[in-house]
């Protein structure tokens, strides 16, 4: 059986950042990834900003997976009133998932880790202080054997709960994508667009996201919690009811779940690591998991390098990768969460009225997490949401 420091499940970004850092640190890894082609289909409205390109130190290396570059953002409210925002220097990105998934990838094949596609990870089984885990790939089935395994499994993840830690998280804190690429509509197509209505899209947003000249993905988050009908359907009236959209084709149809809350306090396991979505890693505001995926990735491969060094795999060892992670990331994606809490128990009404008392770089600010408290200040105004209010305050 082939023996090896790190397995890692899952090569979207938070497999594949785990995988890159162990083997800059001279770990023997494999990556295995259940897709024929990593990053493909895309699930994803593929959207990344300039500072979490940044953060993920890939800015500025190469552009073959940027395919519009955003400088402006319209946020509209219900009565379809927006605030619009101009910057003078590139904001972010809409990359191409399937170029920039197996460019990630590459980097970590690069740096010395065996990446395999099409290789399905389908049991695991603790043994002598290892985990000897059962890969499967076209009907042939062998078994590998890790010090660590990275349960960098995506959304629907399975191999966390098969090593005991269970991730399963309230319904109330999952959101339901569904999204066409479009092409043939009339959009800016340097704009990224957001769409809020309590109604049409309840309990998150429809996106219009450029990908080119007349090109988008154009999609929508809702909460299961509060639907009435499929996110399709709510799509399909999104865009039945804009005409810019409505006589356009559809070349590609995309779905999926993001986890938008339900951070986890205990993300190991003797022998185990989880991150990116599979450990809840998304800002809970607009659902973006890119970077956060990588970042979680990131310090799962520190923290699995460390053990390695330590020749401890132990729940108490590897919990130090919950400090560092809440330390990094989580206390700020917290914060994120009330802020979504507020947003969501707003009424139509409010989210009107609050178009006349948000500028766009308050909007941008609060996105990330910073400077809740003036937002709990300007819902203060009006009366009737200082209870809320309290919950930023
Ligand atoms: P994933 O990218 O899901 O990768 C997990 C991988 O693990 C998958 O490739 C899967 O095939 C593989 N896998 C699963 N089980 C196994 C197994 N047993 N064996 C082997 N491999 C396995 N985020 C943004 O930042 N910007 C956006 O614009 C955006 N839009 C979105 C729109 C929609 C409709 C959806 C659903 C999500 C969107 N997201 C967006 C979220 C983003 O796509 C995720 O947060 C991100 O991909 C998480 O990365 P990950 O590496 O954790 O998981």
Not at 61 to 72: E, F, L
Not at 114 to 129: H, L, N, Q, W
Not at 266 to 276: H, K, R
Request: overall charge neutral; hydrophobic content about 40%.
């Amino acid at each position: 059986m082939e023996e090896y420091d790190v397995l890692v499940v899952g090569a979207g970004p938070a497999g594949a950042a785990a995988a890159k850092v162990c083997a800059e640190a001279g770990l023997k890894v494999l990556d295995v990834e259940k897709r024929a082609e990593i990053g493909s289909p895309k699930r994803c409205g593929e959207g990344l900003s300039k500072t979490s390109a940044e953060r993920m130190g890939i800015e500025g290396t190469d552009n073959s997976w940027k395919r519009a570059v955003i400088t402006k953002v319209g946020v509209y409210s219900p009565n379809e009133r927006s605030v619009d925002m101009k910057f003078d220097e590139d904001q972010g990105y809409i990359i191409d998932r399937k170029v920039f998934d197996k460019m990630l990838a590459e980097k970590a094949a690069e740096a010395g880790a065996k990446v395999v596609a099409k290789t399905d990870a389908i049991a695991f089984e603790r043994t002598d202080g290892k985990v000897v885990t059962t890969l499967k790939s076209m009907g042939k089935e062998w078994k590998v054997c890790s010090k660590i395994v990275v349960a960098a499994d995506g959304v629907e993840t399975k191999t966390a709960r098969a090593l005991g830690l269970e991730t399963l998280m309230k319904s109330i804190d999952i959101c339901s994508g569904f999204q066409y690429e479009m092409v043939g509509i009339d959009i800016d197509s340097a704009k990224l667009y957001f769409y809020f209505h309590q109604d049409k899209y309840p309990g998150g947003y429809a996106w219009i996201f450029p990908k080119g000249e007349g090109k988008a993905n154009v999609g929508i988050g809702i909460r299961p919690t509060w639907a009435k009908k499929t996110a399709k359907e709510y799509l399909d009236d999104f865009v039945e009811s804009h005409d810019f959209l409505k006589k356009g084709s559809i070349t590609e149809v995309n779905s999926g779940g993001v986890p938008v809350g339900g951070l986890m306090k205990d993300m190991v396991g003797d022998n185990l690591i989880v991150a990116g979505d599979a450990a809840h890693h998304v800002n809970p505001i607009h659902g973006g998991g890119i970077a956060e995926a990588y970042v979680g990735g990131r310090i799962a491969g520190e923290v699995a390098v460390e053990a390695v060094k330590a020749n401890d795999f132990s729940k108490g060892f590897l919990s130090r990768y919950n400090d560092k992670w809440w330390e990094e990331r989580g206390k700020r994606l917290n914060g994120i969460y009330k802020l979504r809490q507020v947003v969501e128990s707003l009424s139509n009404d409010d989210l009107d009225w609050l178009v006349d008392e948000l500028n766009g770089d308050d909007i941008i600010s609060f996105t990330k997490g910073d400077a809740l408290k003036k937002f709990g200040k300007i819902l203060l105004k009006r009366p009737k949401l200082a209870l809320l209010a309290r919950k930023l305050l």
